[in-house]
């Protein structure tokens, strides 16, 4: 079952801009994860908020966390050519499951 | 480091063959999975593994058994490919008491 949506589908900004992408889902969440992709290999995880959680920071990754409004935003600071990859939000249907949006892709011009 | 590695990047095989592919783990990790990723749908899970012997099916088990006689390994099988089996297959292992997900590099398996 696919829960989360990621907005916008792809995202393309000049090196050193901020880049934010934006995921919905539908049910109640003990937490939410977001994992980057690099182009046609595995799926890296980036980081973790809980529900009890509004915001969380890891280097240049902010996360914050509505969950009266059923989101989840991540940004990028200063962007970098690295940061070029497939960001995907995913939420917890069980202790086993995790449920997965399509993705944001994003691509950073130098 | 965790490390999940997956046997091949890359597959072809033909209409009706059989198709193992196999995914190690090195971390001790109780939970295992299978997934296709596919253009525009994301991650869909196939089976999981919470234990040796164990499995459970996920979103779409339909045309794929799973086989896991070790706790390292964890074998997805294509019975009889078919060309709509043509995806990225994505292996992750998990500990049983965390969210995190580690991923291997995925095999492209090509039906013709």
């Known amino acids: 079952s696919q829960q989360g949506e990621e907005d916008p589908q792809a995202l393309s900004i000049q090196e050193g801009e901020n880049a934010t992408m934006n995921c919905s889902y539908k049910?109640?969440?003990?937490?939410l994860q977001w994992y980057r992709q690099n182009s046609g290999r595995g799926l890296v995880h980036l980081i973790l908020?809980?529900?009890n959680e509004r915001e969380k920071h890891s280097g240049r990754l902010r996360v914050t966390l509505d969950t009266s409004k059923k989101s989840s935003s991540l940004l990028i600071t200063a962007s970098r050519a690295a940061d070029t990859a497939s960001y995907f939000c995913a939420t917890d249907e069980s202790n086993y499951q995790l449920i997965w949006g399509a993705g944001t892709k994003l691509i950073i011009k130098p | 480091d965790v490390k999940v590695t997956q046997s091949s990047r890359y597959l072809v095989k033909r209409t009706g063959e059989k198709v193992f592919l196999e995914c190690v783990q090195d971390m001790d990790h109780e939970n295992m999975f299978w997934y296709r990723q596919d253009p525009g749908l994301g991650l869909r899970l196939i089976y999981f593994s919470y234990d040796v012997k164990m499995k459970e099916k996920g979103d779409i088990p339909e045309g794929y058994s799973v086989s896991r006689e070790k706790k390292e390994r964890f074998s997805l099988i294509l019975e009889s490919a078919s060309t709509n089996q043509t995806s990225m297959y994505l292996c992750a292992s998990q500990k049983a008491s965390a969210y995190e997900q580690y991923f291997g590099p995925g095999t492209r398996l090509t039906v013709t």
């Open positions: 908020i809980r529900s």
């Open positions: 049910t109640s969440i003990n937490n």
